[in-house]
């Protein structure tokens, strides 16, 4: 029986520390509590205890490219990030779009055991947009697929997205969408607007995401399915989505950690590393995004954690690939844009960085309220602390991170998964 005592926490960052014992994977006591023997001991000193955060929206490059990610590396980031559970995206080389490479990515999540990997499956064979993908094989596989997407690529064909939406609701699956009209996107480096004009960029326009959104919204109703748009990125889908959700569509969404705070005077240093897709927008959409999550128009925080080679970056901005890291700086990008600033407490970040994501993603095991008889998925966060981000140090072999040398706040001190202490203070924990 493995046996931790985390000593002197505080649950969502309220009330008086209190002590929270774990044996086998599950919390068994909450309260003053004696140390028990063989108990391994976390002494927390007051800091904020979460539940472990689940990330929607994770590339981890295996298979095709592992010299950029592999599920091993990219799984002790995530821990070191706090995170316990990640959504592996499918666009792999081959593509996660049938049962054996879901369930081998599966398997491999299970090998590295840092944290739950759960593969996301295409919608579309090899991400070609033509035809739909055995959904239903993959759902039904050992992986027990529950999230697909195309991502990287939208599905852009609206009766291919009509039939991908009815077969989801059968099988109890949810699509995500990467909304982007390709119509409007050929050749886009940048979001549309006065930087990207000035600097002479083929313009991203808000309209290109928009249009999906809205389109996938009515088509989400129409079929009466649930919808999860990946990434949003401008003020008008915030809009859309409340729209929609108002009238009683089902639809969630996620924003980036890169959205909410950066925007497109980035361009002005021709660094390709902030180079993403979306696009960084307007500091107005980045304002209205960190709004819409803290009213629950966006519901989740998601990575889109997009590891690339040094030389897929370092390279002329039109040439260079689109994406960036996020699993180990997520946490503290939402406590600078979000807690820092009043937009959220602790419950909110619990909630947008572990229950939402676990219950849109169908996972009943992980953002389960901090509780006796609970599954023992904990984050520890030192919300006082702060550190220097190095790219170099992360545990991603990538190091694209648009943060380089930021001084940032929040500090993930311990992860554990099933009980299982995963990371601790910056460090993998075997
Ligand atoms: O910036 C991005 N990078 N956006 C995507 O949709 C795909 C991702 C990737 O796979 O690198
Ligand atoms: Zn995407
Ligand atoms: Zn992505």
Redesign the pocket.
């Known amino acids: 029986m493995t046996t931790v005592l985390i000593k002197g926490a505080r649950p969502y960052g309220e009330g008086d520390p209190v002590d929270v014992l774990v044996e086998d994977g599950v919390i068994t006591d909450i309260g003053s509590l004696d140390v028990p023997d063989d108990a391994e001991v976390i002494e927390a000193g007051g800091q904020v205890l979460l539940p472990g955060f689940v990330d929607l929206h994770t ?1 981890l490059r295996e298979p095709g490219r592992e010299d950029t990610e592999t599920i091993a590396t990219g799984s002790a980031a995530a821990a070191l990030g706090g995170y316990t559970a990640v959504f592996a ?1 499918a ?1 792999t080389d081959p593509v996660a779009d049938n049962a054996v490479i879901v369930d081998h990515v599966w398997r491999r999540g299970q090998e590295a055991g840092l944290v739950d990997v759960h593969p996301v499956g295409a919608v579309t064979v090899g991400l070609k947009g033509e035809k739909l993908a055995e959904l239903g094989t993959m759902a039904k596989s050992e992986a027990r697929v529950k999230v697909f997407s195309d ?3 939208c599905v852009a064909d609206p009766l291919l997205m009509r039939r991908a939406l009815e077969y989801s609701t059968a099988l109890g699956v949810v699509i995500a969408q ?1 909304a982007e009209e390709p119509r409007l996107t050929v050749g886009a480096q940048a979001h549309e607007g006065e930087q990207a004009a000035r600097l002479g960029y083929t313009g991203w326009p808000a309209s290109a995401e928009e249009s999906i959104v809205a389109r996938d919204c009515l088509l989400a109703e129409h079929a009466n399915a649930r919808l999860h748009v ?2 949003v990125s401008t003020s008008g889908t915030a809009d859309i989505l409340k729209w929609a959700k108002d009238r009683g569509t089902k639809v969630s969404a996620e924003v980036t950690p890169h959205h909410l705070l950066l925007t497109d005077e980035r361009l002005a240093t021709y660094d390709p590393v902030n ?4 696009p960084l927008r307007t500091e107005s959409d980045a304002e209205k995004l960190r709004a819409a999550l803290a009213e629950g128009v966006i519901d989740c925080v998601a990575t ?1 954690h ?1 590891p ?1 080679a040094v030389q897929d970056k370092d390279c002329e901005w039109s040439s260079a ?4 890291l996020g699993l180990q700086t997520a946490l503290s990008i939402v406590v600078e844009t979000m807690v820092r600033t009043g937009l959220l407490d602790w419950r909110g970040v619990a909630r947008v960085m572990s229950e939402r994501p676990a219950e849109i993603g169908n996972l009943t095991d992980h953002g389960r309220p901090i509780e006796v008889g609970e599954p023992a998925n904990l984050t520890l966060v030192d919300p006082d602390a702060e550190w220097t981000v190095r790219g170099a140090e992360f545990a991603s072999i990538a190091a694209n991170t648009p943060y380089e040398g930021m001084r940032l706040p929040g500090v993930v001190t311990a992860t554990l998964l099933r009980g299982r202490i995963t990371a601790r203070e910056g460090k993998i924990a075997q």
């Open positions: 590339h995206m666009n991502d990287g690529l990467h990946c990434h180079k993403v897709n979306p889109d997009a690339h690939r689109p994406g960036m």
